[in-house]
């Protein structure tokens, strides 16, 4: 009933082109998240979805109303600042039920819905304090409980983690996949953080140069980036790529035959896990060892100046500056054309298909 | 002498203190002087060496109320200096919203353009300005003065309100307008609640200015629509200087705007200190 269509949407700030014709749909219930390198746009799609900035061109509806220029105030969704946005003035039940009081609720509606939301939230012992009293995970409790208590049709998060401290961080991750569990409600969130991307996501949208990249499940931007931008964008560290040189096409030729599209290929890309060494054939000079303890990150130089790095086991036997032996995981290796686009089939699989 | 840094801090301390007093007592003193004079006979006012000590009287007190009714002056100053620094709010604060949450690219020069009135002489414009209110028989009325004092107050209004609506984090109103806020609304419950202090002071300081006001309420005005100012100035002739009465009259005049001054000097230090939102 509420899907969100973005169409041919444009966005130019005087002679910059922010955002270069979008098209997307989000469906009711789902937990979408634009995820981009800074100045990609996906702050600025969000704002354009919120009606906090003019469309320059397209069409935005939300079921079967055209929302394209309708004013943020009527068009029904809530949205979570990055900085919270709390109105300082007022105290924390004020600002849940800021909303409310403007549509001309009742008084009974409105205490019962900010008790409702309170105790989702945890937040009944804060009601009567003023946000400069709360901690900074408190207040962007209150800045989602501001948003809940509306039941919008959409909510939408702009970076809303990104002031917090590590630890917070991931607990109010977790909290926000319970409440959109517990909700149901079609969610919209940016972030820089493919983390968060990752573990949030029904849906992510990968964003480059206002222009969509891929859009997909978690596991099929992992596994099956169209691109060497979400490549390297997804998955930390990030791909590896090797240039189609001699030594590339010989190892490959003398291994296992897999159809990798490889006639016109200018790199093959592996991720760090693809890489094994206890396979042969390749070689590389290590020059850092990270042991994190349950694995063990070793980067090697390949060729010339070709930075790899690989996830290694826990006690993996490597020394600084050993020139040590390896091979790939064809199963999992990716091809790429000069422009960067995936040249090889997807890796397709029923587990990556229904996760 | 080598002191130490505890001693150091010490004279620092009285040494800062005592160039503020001299300072404050340098600045009140034609104040305090005008007081005395106030107290004095004619003869006494204009005695040579200046007399430090003599018998106070009221006479000036009581001869100016009986010459004229000092409380229709004072009524004219406050229903000028009111209606003036009301109407300026009134067109200062959505202006001021405006050029603050919605630039666009003149912004910063119609700003600065309207701060550039003030460089002007008023005198300039004495003549058109006469002969309208002339032409319109409006001459010796409060509704002329108070829209010149709105419209002389208006550049130092909207700089102030300008520059505290700045601090209201702009995610705040957009967060006021994903809750439904319309314009009218937005500046209702959450521009004017979080930059009260500033309105206020911007206030404070257009009423002060409005009362001390005196080259247009001296030309515009005669007995009806006169405020202190040309009370004051009505002293000064025909029959020549009399200081004892004149600094009578100026007393009358300043008391109530030191009283209001002193009461609000908190509100005041904090608007023209500015950032006082966070």
Known sequence: ?355 | MILNISQRKTIKHWATGLFAWMVALTLFFPILWMIMTSFKTELQAISQPPLLFWEATLDNYALIQERSDYLKYALNSLYTSVGGTLLALIVAVPSAYAMAFFPGKYTKDILLWMLSTKMLPAVGVLIPIYMITQMGGLLDSIYPLILIFALMNLPIIMWMLYTYFKEIPKEILEAARMDGATTSDELRHVVMPLSWGGIASAGLLSLILCWNEAFWSIQLTASDAGTLAALIASYSSPEGLFWAKVSAASTMACAPIIVFGWFCQKQLVQGLTFGAVK
């Open chain 1, 1 to 355: 009933m509420s899907t969100l269509n973005i169409s041919q949407l444009h966005k130019h700030f005087d002679d910059f082109h922010a955002i270069r014709g979008i098209n997307l749909s989000i469906e009711e219930g789902e937990f979408v998240v634009f995820v981009g390198p800074s100045g990609c746009g996906k702050s600025t799609l969000l704002r354009l979805i919120a009606g906090l900035e003019d469309v320059s061109g397209g069409n935005i509806s939300l079921g079967d109303r055209d929302i394209t220029q309708v004013p943020a105030a009527q068009r029904d969704l809530a949205m979570v600042f990055q900085s919270y946005a709390l109105y300082p003035h007022m105290n924390v039940a004020e600002n849940m039920s800021f909303a409310l009081r403007l549509a001309g609720a009742s008084k009974e509606e409105i205490a019962q819905k900010v008790a409702d939301t309170a105790a989702i939230l945890q937040l009944e012992p804060l009601l009567d304090r003023k946000p400069k009293a709360l901690s900074g995970g408190q207040r962007q409790r209150v800045a989602i409980g501001r948003a809940i208590v509306r039941h919008p049709s959409v909510f939408l998060f702009d970076e809303p983690l990104s002031n917090l401290d590590a630890a917070l961080r991931v607990q109010m991750r977790q909290e926000l996949a319970a409440l959109h569990h517990r909700l149901q409600a079609t969610m919209i969130y940016v972030t820089h953080d493919q983390v968060e991307a990752m573990t949030l996501a029904d849906k992510v949208v990968i964003l480059n140069a206002g222009q969509v990249e891929q859009v997909g499940t978690p596991m099929d931007v992992y596994y099956n980036p169209e691109s060497r931008f979400v490549a390297e964008f997804i998955g930390t560290p990030k791909m590896n790529f090797f240039p189609m040189d001699e030594t590339v096409t010989n190892y490959l030729n003398n291994n296992e035959k897999v159809d990798r599209n490889l006639e016109n290929a200018a790199w093959i890309g592996a991720r760090p896990e693809s890489i094994m060494l206890d396979k042969k054939g390749m070689f590389g000079t290590v020059n850092l060892i990270e042991r994190l303890g349950a694995e063990t990150l070793v980067y090697l130089t390949y060729g010339n100046d070709c930075q790899i790095a690989i996830r290694a086991s826990s006690l993996a036997p490597v020394t600084l500056g050993e020139t040590i032996e390896f091979g790939l995981d064809l199963e999992q290796v990716h091809s790429f054309d000069e422009k960067g686009a995936r040249l090889s089939p997807a890796i397709t699989g029923d587990l990556i298909k229904s996760l």
